[in-house]
């Protein structure tokens, strides 16, 4: 293959083609660039040295590193290429050029982001990020959706900044933005670039965004949008913190809390966004247990897989979704339901995303979650705190059966019939629900075909010799989980039949958000009503100043004003003189 | 490299000489322009005066660069001691590199813009007075004498009042402007001299290396202090210095457009590099009053030029008069820099200096040209200008861009540099002016660009069309330099170490 080929980072030929991509106004000619793009950058990822930089520039004395892949940042790489072809083949429907080419776009910066050799490279791409996915957002073409991404945006931005802070600390005192691990939060820098890190990754307070953007977004956009962000993130952290106790205790509360929210929420696609935050606790965790090299490369390998995994289901959990608001206009719980009837593939493909969520044996999730639990387990031999984080990611499990497991298609497709009688998704949807599907499950069964199965996955993975050497179907590990996934579905009818289960209603639920969504809106309110009484009289007065202001400068700064006026001679020396005064009295005073 | 090339093919007496004859040949030449019965011909004769004294300054910079020790020392006649010194290290070289260069690339591009300006029995006494202007400003860059470089200066001063008022055929205020310009000039100049007289009084020598030896034993000594402050100001004028630039965009505004391009992209640098050579190879920063005046008078003022001349750019309406006033507020940026009184400090006013002469010289040079077919200035007659001359519009919206700092382009990497040097020395504060006035030339330079490529023609019955290709070459040469120096500015910052290196008597810069 020609060196350019082998050097060109699949993530730049994403970008490129969208960037292309927008404006192509001639609609099978882009459907062909957006499925085909991904498809050969899959071809030269897998053709790709390792451990190699392939594509450097010194810019401005700083050593740049392109494209460098290694066995941590490939797999990721491979899984948001293989969910940009699977967006690609779920949007063929739509002629919508700016959401073909940005989504493209979207997914390149990921991959280039991923595959960056140095910190600021990866801050370029990361920013990159950030302003391709907002008009995946502004997409939806609604109001609700035109703030919330500015509202999104905002947030990402601020990520973004934060990072070159941390790296502009790192360059200081380092003099190197090498991809070198940090050691302690003390280092410098180092507490910035982890805030960074966190607000992408969606940790507790800071997760707000995702829940308030991603229900706004169109329906293809959801599924784009869940792929990337938040896993970038949990890429970045598996590179530069590994092992660090605090994500052990941040991931563990992040599993859980979601949990409650996406209970009782209404909005399936909001439901799926929790759950999306619940899933990336997991890794979040197993990243803090696992230290790079040395220690748990179980943890780590638990973190790379389940980010694979989650991926795919991830997405075809919110293409199913997707299809349903496609074909009925709604992703309300409370107006949905009965669905199997009409759409029973979809409903098919929605409970194979629901078995692969929830880690049932033989299906991605399971494979990928016992990874993790018996990495914090055999942590919890000497540390008796990793216990309880165990029993927290235990519940967290129940509670992802709960919510995404089986609320989702139970309440889509099963429960109250809501009547509605609609269409088959169309067929590019199944098919990419179909292709997502079939990935759930091949990576799920051992492997029927030598090579394939679930010793494909664990052969990409940062430690592939120890993850060849876990077996995840061991009885005991089977067995924890089907008790624990029987004891859910049991407590899930018992609660249904006892009318304890909360009833789909319409609402919105309030998360922390409500702090600046509804406080501040109300204080606006507040203010906004205080405005209109003495606002008539007031905005006179203002205006008046305003102007007068206008008028100052205008009267100081403008051609005819008063620093300009051409008092010549005289004004100018009576200045020397004033300065000359002030350099003579400064070297008085001092000497 | 290339400099080495020209080092090695130059002949002997070229190297021996060549500090020299960057000032020599102008002044040799001008008044043989004087004598020259076709303006054609002079302009001819000026071109290759310039080209040869662009190629001296080059083959100085080659000699310094090359030397041990890095001084040409050149006594102009053999009198060591008695008679006048030349005296070039690498802040010299530098200055003597820009002033030329850009005085080559100025006349290239003069041609067309002389003959719609000047009238035709006066182009040879008009390129007459420029060549004497030229000789001027290399000659305060090169020489190392005080009382010399006054002599140099007035020459340069004087016939830069003659060309500010050969405008007056366009626009009679020019003759009030080149009036108003002489009398400060005079002032300027009368205090430098009152300077180097009261120094002259105290150290009995008037060769600046002499008197840099000779100063620490006159610590606390009065007349010294004294000296120092006529001469601060009396520099701090020609430099357009905040608040004693307001001859500046009157001059800039009204006279001829070629003598704007030369004037805005070297006078003022030319006077900021004699500025330097007095605080810091004479003077010493180490001096307490110094220190002082440093933090108490030049920082602040270098501050408030580009705080509030950026405020004044935003609200002109005449074009040459807004570019005035960001000329101002940039050479505040320099000052900055220099009060910093650090060797980033220095360096960082240094590569500032030379981003804004390319980028100046590019926006000037632009303006003339598009002037030539459509005689308005206002920021109303540009509106539609990016259609009808797209080439000349777009070199001028790069070096506007390089005007705000746009990361890619030189203006970035000096800000850049600036803001580095401001954190090194903790005054962290002074960045936040720094970024606001940036802020400030984003409204003044990005209303332009709006007018200039989002806006309808504001009269289209006027016929107007692209600058003739003698003024596009050395145009697009300024703005692909401002693009180039943006992205690789080794050989700028590497100048602009040296220089600060030089400057402040130090072996080099890491």
Redesign the interface.
């Known amino acids: 293959m020609p060196a350019f080929l082998t050097d060109l980072n699949p993530g730049w030929l994403l970008i490129l083609a969208g960037l292309a991509a927008i404006f192509i106004k001639i609609r099978s000619v882009r459907q062909v660039i957006t499925i085909i793009t991904p498809v050969v950058a899959i071809l030269l990822l897998a053709t790709t040295q390792h451990g190699v930089d392939h594509l450097t520039y010194n ?2 004395g700083i050593e740049l590193s392109f494209y460098r892949v290694d066995s941590l940042n490939f797999i990721f790489g491979l899984a948001f290429l293989i969910a940009s072809l699977l967006n690609a083949i779920y949007a063929l429907h739509t002629d919508n050029r700016l959401q073909d080419g940005m989504a493209l776009a979207y997914a390149g910066a990921a991959v280039s982001a991923t595959f960056a050799g140095d910190l600021m490279t990866l801050f370029i791409f990361w920013e990159i990020t950030a302003i391709s996915s907002v008009f995946l957002i502004l997409q939806a073409g609604t109001r609700a959706a035109y703030f919330a991404s500015m509202r999104y945006l905002a947030v990402q931005i601020l990520s973004g900044v934060l990072l070159l802070d941390g790296i502009a600390y790192v360059w200081h005192y380092n003099g190197s933005l090498s991809l070198e691990a940090f050691t302690s939060l003390d280092q410098p820098g180092a507490l910035i670039i982890f805030i960074a890190f966190g607000i992408k990754a969606a940790f507790p307070f800071l997760h707000n965004w995702l829940q308030d953007s991603y229900p706004k977004s169109s329906v293809v956009g959801a599924v784009i949008l869940s792929a990337f962000t938040t896993k970038l993130a949990v890429y970045a952290f598996a590179r530069f913190f590994p092992g660090f106790n605090e994500l052990i205790w941040i991931g563990a509360v992040m599993t859980i809390f979601p949990v409650f929210f996406a209970v009782i929420e209404n909005d399936l696609r909001r439901v799926l966004a929790y759950s999306l935050n619940n899933q990336v606790g997991f890794m979040i965790c197993a990243i803090g247990v696992g230290v790079a090299g040395v220690g748990n490369p179980l943890a780590l390998n638990g973190a790379a897989a389940h980010a694979f995994v989650h991926i795919i289901y991830k997405a075809l959990l919110f293409m199913s979704i997707g299809a349903v608001l496609y074909r009925t206009g709604t992703a309300k719980a409370s107006e949905l339901g009965g669905l199997y009837r009409s759409m029973p593939w979809t409903a098919v493909f929605c409970i194979i995303g629901g078995l692969s969520i929830s880690a049932f044996p033989f299906f991605s999730g399971f494979i990928a979650k016992s990874l993790t639990m018996s990495a914090v387990a055999a942590e919890g031999a000497a540390n008796p705190a990793m216990i309880v984080v165990w029993l927290m990611l235990l519940f967290a499990s129940a509670g992802v059966l709960e919510h995404s497991g089986i609320k989702i298609p139970y309440f889509a497709f099963f429960g109250h019939d809501s009547g509605k009688r609609v269409k088959e998704a169309p067929f590019n949807m199944l098919l990419a629900m179909g292709m997502a599907a079939f990935l759930c499950i091949a990576v799920g069964l051992p492997a029927l075909v030598p090579g394939l199965g679930y010793q494909w996955l664990y052969g990409l993975l940062p430690y592939p010799i120890e993850a060849a050497a876990y077996q995840p179907f061991t009885l005991d590990h089977i067995l924890t989980q089907m008790q624990l996934l029987i004891l859910a579905v049991f407590a899930f009818i018992l609660l249904k039949r006892l009318m304890l289960y909360p009833a789909e209603k319409p609402g919105v639920i309030l998360d922390t958000d409500w702090l600046y969504r509804k406080v501040g809106y109300g204080a606006f309110r507040w203010v906004d009503t205080v405005w209109s009484k003495i606002g008539p009289a007031t905005a006179a007065i203002a205006t008046r100043l305003a102007s007068r202001a206008y008028d100052n ?2 009267a ?4 005819r ?1 008063m ?2 006026r ?1 008092v ?2 005289g ?3 009576l ?2 003189a004033v ?2 005064g ?3 009295l ?6 | 490299m290339i400099l080495e090339l020209l080092l090695t093919s130059a002949p002997d007496w070229a190297i021996r000489h060549a500090a020299v004859l960057v000032v020599v040949v102008p002044l040799i030449m001008a008044p043989i322009l004087a004598l020259s019965p076709s303006g054609r011909l002079a302009w001819f004769l000026a071109l290759l005066a310039t080209a040869a004294s662009t190629y001296f300054a080059i083959l100085t910079l080659g000699i310094v660069q090359s030397t041990p020790g890095g001084i040409i020392e050149y006594w102009i006649g053999n009198w060591y001691l008695i008679g006048i010194e030349f005296r070039v290290d690498a802040l010299n070289a530098m200055i003597l590199l820009i002033v030329s260069g850009m005085a080559f690339l100025a006349t290239v591009f003069a041609w067309p813009t002389i003959l719609a300006d000047v009238e035709k029995q006066k182009i040879s006494l008009f390129l007459c007075a420029f060549l004497l202007c030229f000789a001027g400003l290399c000659g305060v860059a090169a020489t190392g004498d005080a009382f010399n470089l006054f002599v140099f200066l007035e020459i340069s001063s004087l016939s830069t009042y003659v060309l500010v008022a050969m405008g007056a055929r366009n626009d009679r205020r020019a003759l009030p402007a080149a009036f108003d310009y002489l009398i400060v000039g005079t002032l300027a100049a009368s205090f430098y001299i009152i300077g180097v007289g009261f120094l002259y009084a105290a150290t009995g020598t008037l060769n600046m290396a002499e008197m840099a030896a000779q100063l620490p034993a006159l610590a606390g000594n009065r007349s010294v202090q004294v000296g120092f402050a006529f001469i601060v100001v009396g520099l701090g004028l020609k430099a357009a210095m905040w608040p004693l630039h307001q001859w500046l965009p009157n001059a800039y505004s009204y006279s001829p457009s070629f003598v704007t391009m030369f004037l805005a992209a070297t006078a003022t640098k030319v006077a900021l590099y004699a500025l330097i050579r007095w605080l810091f190879t004479i003077f010493n920063p180490d001096y307490s009053f110094e220190q002082a005046i440093f933090t108490w008078v030049l920082a602040p003022l270098g501050i408030a030029a580009m705080v509030i001349c950026s405020f004044q750019a935003v609200f002109q309406t005449d074009v040459r008069r807004m570019l005035a006033y960001s000329s101002v507020a940039q050479v505040g940026y320099m000052i900055l820099g220099i009060s910093i009184a650090t060797a980033a400090g220095v360096s960082a006013g240094l590569l500032h200096l030379f981003n804004h002469s390319l980028m100046k010289g590019a926006l000037f040079m632009a303006l003339a040209g598009v002037c030539l077919t459509y005689k308005g200035t206002t920021v109303r007659d540009f509106a539609g200008l990016g259609r009808s001359a797209p080439f000349t519009m777009s070199a001028f919206a790069i070096a506007g861009l390089s005007l705000i700092g746009v990361p890619l382009t030189a203006g970035f990497m000096s800000k850049l540099q600036l803001g580095y040097a401001l954190f090194d020395h903790g005054w962290w504060w002074a960045v936040l002016f720094v970024v606001f006035s940036s802020f400030l030339a984003v409204f003044y330079v990005g209303r332009l660009l709006q007018a200039i490529f989002f806006e309808a023609p504001a009269n289209p019955g006027r016929h107007r069309k692209e600058a003739p290709l003698i003024v596009l070459v050395p145009l697009w040469i300024l703005a692909l330099a401002n693009i180039y120096f943006g992205i690789d500015a080794s050989f700028p910052v590497g100048l602009a170490n040296d220089g600060a290196a030089a400057a402040l008597g130090l072996e080099a810069l890491q």
């Open positions: 810019a401005l400068m205008v100081t700064f403008s051609p004003g620093l300009s051409n010549f001679s004004g100018m020396t200045w020397t300065i000359l002030l350099v003579l400064v070297s008085y005073l001092t000497s």
